[in-house]
């Protein structure tokens, strides 16, 4: 049975016809994935506190990569940290730092993002930056968090053109408010599911009589498989996907994704865990498939007071208020349409791109793709 438009989608589907040769976010085209509301910015940021930013690297006909850092508040972090929690979708990555956050269940630096090869150098960067930090003079040990995706497709990645002074950059540059998409930061040089993509977000707010709290995602897509768009088999119908027949999938399947969450909810380690396994559903919404040489990694993180880390603090026993199990379903539920909608929107928001070797990455065909959900 084809499902039914509404009168919302239509009148938005008529304007984005209009519009679809510009980059448009999803909802602004009258796609909605799920039942649930977006934030003011529909981003990460809705989360109060949370700031992003984005050096974005551009060099010649080769380079195309950067950096993206997702700042958990604007304080120092390694003296003020939040709970946090990764889970492991696929491990094919290169991922820094995440054991430590496994192990004690709390974030002490930004997250940053970036490609395969400069992760380390994100790292040295990130280290740096904490350690001149005022307060963290006889500090010996830091854990930077970074994550990646493999850009060399587009980007010439052997260079390792990221340098620690991209990170210092990004983290300058980390503001509230609407986030950049697209061929920015971290997604610069990224491709996903047969097109360009790039860094996406978007939030959700649930209703007061479910606690009210906000659930942001911010995405690095890099990863392929079978594209659906709300529904729609926009990958089937236009031949371009993982093991078609009649056009070969040029663009690969392999890759990676990093899905940065936080929250205002006041969750421990345990709690965001679960929290981040129900992100990862987003993945599967779009059509991804997780492949082999696919690293798809999910972090997540709580801004409530009521279960901050305080390094200085004289007690000795910590005293968290947290949502109860029974209360963590609609939390779920957030997480899996704003992690949707993010890697929707970095596709939507990426343009085509040329990089290394003369090679071409076209944009994804907005106005094939509301024409076909109009006639369903």
């Known amino acids: 049975m084809k499902r039914s438009i509404s009168i919302l989608f239509l009148l938005s589907f008529c304007v984005g016809l209009m519009q679809a040769d510009a980059q448009n976010r999803v909802r602004d085209l009258g796609i909605q994935p799920g039942i649930l509301t977006p934030g003011t910015y529909n ?12 050096q974005t690297i551009l060099r010649g006909d080769s380079i195309r990569t950067g950096v993206t850092v997702v700042l958990p508040h604007d304080g120092n972090m390694f003296r003020n940290r939040v709970p946090a929690a990764v889970y492991v979708g696929n491990g094919y990555g290169k991922a820094l730092g995440f054991t ?21 150098e994100v790292a040295h960067g990130l280290a740096d930056y904490m350690l001149q930090l005022p307060g963290n003079e006889q500090v010996r040990s830091v854990n930077p968090v970074v994550g990646e995706t493999n850009d060399g497709w587009l980007n010439d990645i052997r260079s390792r053109g990221v340098s620690t002074e991209d990170v210092y950059a990004a983290i300058a540059a980390a503001a509230s408010g609407s986030v950049a998409e697209g061929n920015v930061g971290a997604g610069t040089g990224t491709r996903a599911l047969g097109y360009k993509a790039g860094i996406g977000t978007s939030s959700r707010v649930l209703p007061e009589s479910r606690g009210g709290y906000t659930v942001g995602v911010l995405v690095q897509s890099n990863f392929g498989g079978i594209l659906t768009v709300n529904g729609t088999p926009v990958g089937q119908n236009l031949k371009n996907h993982f093991m078609s027949d009649e056009v070969p999938y040029e663009y690969g399947v392999d890759g990676s994704i990093m899905i940065v969450v ?15 396994k129900r992100a990862f559903l ?95």
């Open 282 to 376: 987003g993945i599967a919404h779009v059509g991804g498939i997780v492949s082999n040489g696919s690293g798809d990694y999910v972090i997540a993180f709580s801004t409530s007071e009521d279960v901050r880390i305080d390094l200085d603090s004289d007690e000795t026993l910590l005293t968290n208020r947290e949502v109860q199990n029974n209360d963590m379903t609609p939390l779920f539920l957030a997480a899996i349409e704003a992690t949707e909608e993010a890697i929707l929107n970095s596709l939507f928001m990426s343009e085509e791109m040329s990089g290394v070797n003369g090679r071409v990455m076209p944009a994804i065909p907005a106005d094939k793709i509301l024409e076909m959900m109009g006639e369903e």
């Open 262 to 276: 936080a929250t205002d909810a006041p969750l421990t380690a345990r709690n965001l865990e679960r929290l981040a």
């Open 43 to 54: 981003a990460i940021t809705d989360v109060e506190g949370v700031l992003v930013g984005h």
């Open 100 to 120: 430590q956050v496994q192990e004690l269940g709390e974030l002490e630096t930004p997250v940053a993002l970036t490609n395969t090869l400069s992760v380390f």
